[in-house]
């Protein structure tokens, strides 16, 4: 009954900006969390970023920390991911999942992965 849809992604230079959406339905946030994920060929999904509603709490992967951030918008049942300072590094497919025992909890506990959304960063 969970679905979740990521948008937003495309082609930037170094240096630029995406924000991406994540769409929720067939639930509410109040006993969710929402993560952000990534993943590049030939390398292992990784967490990006995740917002608890339980308590509010951010958590961010320690390379995009200060470039990147999570927010919500409860009202439209959307997660954003805004990037900044993007780096070729960046660059992956990715992903938004939901967990209902919050963020601190393994990879596999996220659950209604949806298509991902492809970021492209250029030199």
């Known amino acids: 009954d969970v679905q979740l849809q990521a948008s937003g992604g495309g082609l930037v230079q170094a240096g630029g900006s995406l924000r991406l959406s994540c769409a929720a339905s067939g639930f509410t946030f109040d006993d969710y969390a929402i993560g952000w994920f990534r993943q590049a060929p030939g390398k292992e999904r990784e967490g990006v970023s995740c917002i608890s509603f339980s308590d509010g709490s951010t958590y961010y992967l320690d390379s995009v920390q200060g470039r990147f951030t999570i927010s919500s918008d409860n009202a439209k049942n959307t997660v954003y991911l805004q990037m900044n300072s993007l780096k070729p590094e960046d660059t992956a497919v990715y992903y938004c999942?939901?967990?209902?025992?919050?963020?601190?909890?393994?990879?596999?506990?996220?659950?209604?992965w949806g298509q991902g959304t492809q970021v492209t960063v250029s030199s």
């Open positions: 999942a939901a967990t209902s025992t919050g963020c601190i909890v393994p990879k596999s506990d996220f659950r209604s």
